[in-house]
């Protein structure tokens, strides 16, 4: 079975044509990741959109959610989840205070130290986001059965593991 040209089929073609001298065959791996990312993303803010939460939002109450009960980290332990600045997450978490999302809380180890904590809104705006969220995302993915997931998965990787600490 021959598969379709996409987009990217036709854009290799022009560049094999205008510039033979190059191999422009990472760009038939890269290109498709980054149009899926575009996707991927249009996805997510529709999900997130749906709950009336901004990504940052959901990656904030999403780590919180993921870190297991009480559902509290460190400001130090957020910015390494989500990979923001020290500022910008102390405006992230007051914003999302305001909204009842997130409570501060003195760390009990720490007399300096504060802990950013879930609230019950908090936790079930992130559940409910988090099911619309995958539900998109397997929509996403209907075209590959199981083993072709777990290898596509396996690939990705391999790829994105050099860039991680």
Do not use: C
């Amino acid at each position: 079975m021959t598969e379709r040209a996409d987009e990217v089929d036709r854009l290799l073609t022009a560049w094999r044509r205008e510039r033979p001298d190059l191999d422009v065959a990472p760009m038939q791996v890269l290109s498709r990741v980054t149009r899926l990312a575009r996707h991927l993303d249009q996805h997510r803010r529709a999900a997130f959109g749906t709950h009336d939460l901004e990504s940052w939002e959901f990656d904030v109450l999403a780590a919180l959610r993921r870190a297991g009960s009480p559902y509290q980290l460190s400001p130090g332990q957020l910015l390494r989840e989500t990979f923001v600045t020290s500022g910008t997450m102390t405006n992230r978490v007051d914003l999302l205070t305001q909204r009842g999302f997130v409570t501060r809380a003195n760390h009990p180890e720490d007399r300096r130290g504060v802990l950013v904590r879930l609230t019950p809104d908090g936790k079930r705006a992130v559940d409910e986001t988090l099911s619309d969220l995958v539900a998109a995302e397997e929509e996403m993915l209907t075209g590959l059965g199981a083993d072709e997931r777990d290898a596509l998965a396996g690939l990705l990787r391999r790829l994105i593991l050099p860039y991680e600490g």
